[in-house]
């Protein structure tokens, strides 16, 4: 079980000791997600971080307790992820993208919503274009587990299609396979 005490190791002037310890933590959320799930308060307040690596963490952990999010606490959240999402800064955007795949699969009240976030960072304004094209990739993956759910839905069609033409090679195979997927 982790502690109020262990978590005490992000605050530490030891870069080793902070990002491994946050690198633990994730392998823990996804492994054994009620290991963590007490302490969702301290994740959603380490979101705001201004460390970006913590704010990753914590957002991807976030992702995981979905899994075991018994008490709706996702919920508050969901608005903090979509500002991620749409923020146009590609980590924190992939993270978010992450997160709320894991919640779309998770939590099958949001996963409408969810998808239709997802595919609007077609209108966000990124960096650059390769910028975009990551994130594009990276909703990609986070929709393809719901195959049957989007496979009537226009606006995704429409989206994977444009991913097509994606100058980023992975990101044009990922839409290509999703479109084979989706036509069988």
């Not at 079980?1 to 491994?20: F, R, V």
């Not at 991620?84 to 955007?93: A, S």
């Amino acid at each position: 079980m982790i502690t109020k005490a262990d978590l005490d190791k992000l605050n530490s002037q030891n870069p080793k000791i902070k990002y491994g310890f946050a690198k633990e933590l994730v392998k823990i959320a996804s492994e054994n997600p009620e290991q963590l799930y007490e302490h969702f308060d301290y994740w959603t307040e380490l979101m705001k971080s201004d460390n970006n690596i913590l704010k990753w963490t914590a957002i991807d952990i976030i992702g995981h307790l979905s899994a075991v999010d018994k008490d709706n606490k996702i919920d508050s959240v969901m608005i903090d992820l979509y500002k991620f999402l749409h923020g146009g800064i590609l980590i924190t955007c992939n993270h978010s993208i992450f997160a709320l795949g894991l919640i779309a699969q998770h939590k099958p009240n949001f996963k409408e919503k969810i998808i239709n976030e997802l595919i609007a960072i077609s209108k966000d304004k990124f960096e650059t274009n390769e910028c975009k094209n990551i994130a594009t990739g990276k909703v990609l993956e986070a929709i393809k587990p719901f195959v049957s759910d989007i496979k009537n839905n226009k606006s995704v069609i429409t989206f994977i299609e444009n991913a097509t033409k994606s100058e980023r090679n992975s990101t044009k195979k990922r839409a290509e396979q999703l479109l084979k997927k989706i036509e069988k």
